[in-house]
């Protein structure tokens, strides 16, 4: 028995916003679409965040996430997309040719074009590498959300939350609606990193004490967790600080094992693949987009990188075109990263016009530069903090007098 | 309660580790009634859970040694037993590696050593070679000495197939019964007392592991103390798996045998163990110096791998008790067996131990009359990466369609897995039995994607009662 074959235009890995987007996209060009995702229903992340702050940039109004997750399954279906799931792709059989395993059998994808959209993850406890002992009760906000929105499993009653950035604060509420307090945040930075606009409802509506500059250095509990130990970095004194729940948020890694696996070139600040401003990888045909790029960027921006790999992805159907060289955009401290990464003369400006830039450090009004070998391309000076743990966006210049047989242009503070 | 109906067995093992499990499956081909006595509610719960699971040739034990002997039998009695049993086992080879002049001398010795525990296919090589070996390797390696049958195996489908062929040859598997008191009667009977009630044998062999000192006082002897020895591991992601093809040991030193990179059979990069001695028996936990100490070595041994993400940490607790070989001794008197000591070596052993162990219950007089009637031993679920798995097997997919439904991704564990193990013979107790079971939550995620849907599929399948 052998798998059977499918030979659409294009095939969508991961129906979240930005393979969705994607899907609807290319279906309305008129192009065949396979959509392939290994969850029991599309949608991605949003599926789980069950309150408002979805679809503002994409849709124009404000939904819960499930609400956004159907919508965007819905508009694509519509459009024409073939979506699949429990469809998992376990390997490449080809440059762009997938193996799936499905209830109904194997499947040998063979595409012209493969958008990768596999999202990221939060780095559970092991990865982060927490000592101490192994209770039940320590979660990602991923996982806590999966099981109180989607199993409706009980949680604690007293939870420590590690991390202060908008995904924290989505747990602090998810938590609130399974009846669990939050008696404390933690997190490594002098000041919490999400918006005001969570921040401060967050600390006088909710009540959640943040504890900044600590890092947690133990976690304590036979069968059920008992305590955390909480260390303030500066003066390493610390301190036991008793729950029994611990979520572990942000902390975001991509899902990028398709993409290491296809011999994609990596970057090494994201971890995911390296792409040019029309979100093309290495490999030809092959593209990616939303959080397996920027891990990670909101679900509208993840979204909107679909609809713009997309329609590079018709642009490519429709003729084929050989990328002209490019030039490595490289971050510079206090930046982890900055996506895209690669600029070839003749692309388009990146996704919503924006660049990408992860900050590592706070700093309340960023003069940003960009150096090409000893020639500034660009200097500015935003009106928006950098903070760590959410993403720096910077507005792409109508015109970057980039020299195309000059070394990587570098992009960090002034 | 069992043993209150006035049931006597032939045998009682106390501790159904891999040592335990593998006995009771021995002796239950005898013609023997034999109960499994666990104290956990799960077999191979303690330290047999976190061994390395290196399927060892025995070339670094002391020659001479019970040790030595049974590790060697083990070897291959496991290793012909694994096929038939469809366990999963790797024939990956060793290196072992030199990375001071005080290394590089103790080689040749090393080699000596193993010609005398009977193995005679360790080969020296030059640090060249050791670099196209494995060229993930540090700077620094002056040289090395292959050891191509070391192997990898799964331990926890070990113990379970172990237990699960004990079980179809008759032994009652008796989980929670944790000894607390012996009790013996004229009629020459033991009884034990446990915390699942009374269990009546005319024999007792003693595996319990880090408790088999206590359970050897309560016989009214005082002959050795275990002193746990806690050992670190972190497993890395399966994206590093190129990095480590085989096993690199270090040259063996005071305190064991050194923290080892080794490949996975489910496809990752393990680095550890720590060695800390220590007084608590629940001692699991990790720890900070742990994790340093096996990122200072990782930094050393194999920088690229210190790049790739930690997938799991485990701690495990070894059963050290200060001497150099197995602690196995029959009390004819009291129709008892004690083996103790089992080191991490006894996974490799296990089966060679069991042999060893009915010898001597055969020369205490139990009578043994092998059975002509013994079923093949149980086709285990694979959980090897080298070998066909459920989601891969079109067939298997099209005859039942639970099969191609992938619930854990990063592990590929499908929804019909999780069913069969969930109804098999010796069904898990919890998410933890479940993951030594499947492998489902023990990828990269942890469950972030699928603990909500493993846990229903558990809590629809288990047995009513068997949590």
Known sequence: ?414 | MPGADGTVWDVAVIGAGIVGAAIARELSGFGLTVALLEARDDVGDGTSKANTAILHTGFDAKPGTLESRLVREGHRLLGSYARAAGIPVERTGALMVAWTPEDLAALPALREKAEANGYDRCELVGPQEVYRQVPALGEGALGGMTVPDESITCTWTVNLALATDARQRGARVLLRHAVTAVGTAGDGTTTLHTTGGLVRCRWTVNAAGLGADTVDRLFGHDRFTITPRRGELLVFDKLARPLADRIVLPVPGKTGKGVLISPTVYGNVMLGPTAEDFTDRRATGTSESGFAFLRDKGERLMPSLMREEVTASYAGLRAATGREDYLVAAEPDQRYVLVGGIRSTGLSAGMAIAEHVRSLLADCGLALTPRTDLPAPPRMPNLGEAFRRPYQDAELIAADPEYGRVVCFCERVTAGEIRDACTSALPPAGPEGLRRRTRAMNGRCQGFSCAAAVTDLMERHLPAGAR
């Open chain 1, 1 to 414: 028995m052998t798998a059977q074959v499918l030979t659409p235009d294009a095939v969508v890995v991961g129906a979240g916003p930005a393979g969705l987007t994607a899907a609807a996209v290319l279906a309305r060009r008129g192009a065949r679409v396979l959509v392939l995702d290994r969850e029991d229903t599309p949608g991605g992340i949003p599926r789980h965040s069950d309150h408002t702050g979805y679809g503002l940039r994409d849709l124009r109004r404000l939904v819960s996430g499930p609400a956004y997750a159907a919508r965007l399954a819905e508009t694509a279906r519509q459009a024409g997309a073939d979506i699949r799931t429990r469809a998992m792709v376990t390997h490449w059989t080809g440059e762009r040719s997938l193996a799936v395993t499905t209830p109904g059998g194997l499947l040998d994808v063979r595409a012209e074009a493969v958008l990768l959209a596999t999202g990221a993850r939060e780095r559970p406890r092991p990865a982060r590498m927490i000592p101490g002992d192994r209770p039940q009760g320590v979660y990602t906000t991923g996982q806590l959300q999966t099981l109180v929105h989607g199993g409706h499993r009980e949680v604690g009653s007293r939870a420590v939350v590690v991390g202060a950035e908008a995904v924290s604060w989505s747990a602090v509420l998810t938590l609130r609606a399974a009846g669990c307090r939050t008696t404390l945040m933690t997190t490594r930075h002098a000041r919490p990193e999400a918006y005001a606009a969570f921040t401060v409802p967050g600390r006088t509506v909710l009540g959640v004490p943040i504890a900044t500059g600590t890092r947690v250095t133990r976690i304590s509990g036979r069968g059920r967790v008992e305590s955390v130990e909480i260390e303030q970095i500066a003066t390493g004194r610390r301190r036991t600080v008793a729950c029994d729940t611990v979520v572990l948020t942000g902390d975001w890694v991509p899902d990028h094992e398709l993409a290491r696996t296809a011999g994609l070139v990596m970057d090494p600040g994201t971890l995911g693949p390296v792409v040019d401003t029309a979100l093309r990888t290495s490999a030809p045909g092959v593209f990616a987009a939303g959080n397996l790029l920027h891990p990670v960027d909101t679900a509208e921006a993840a979204a909107l990188d679909g609809a713009h790999a997309a329609e590079r992805i018709a642009r490519r159907l429709a003729s084929p075109e050989t990328p002209a060289p490019g030039v490595p955009l490289l971050a510079e401290p206090p930046f982890r990263w900055v996506a895209p990464q690669l600029l070839r003369p003749g692309d388009p400006a990146p996704p919503r016009g924006r660049l990408l830039l992860w900050p590592e450090t706070h700093v309340p009004f960023p003069r940003l530069t960009a150096r090409q070998d000893d020639r500034t391309l660009l200097r500015r000076r935003l009106p928006w903090p950098a903070a760590p743990g959410r993403v720096l966006r910077l507005p792409w210049p109508p015109a970057l007098p980039l020299d195309p047989k000059a070394g990587p242009v570098t992009i960090g503070l002034a």
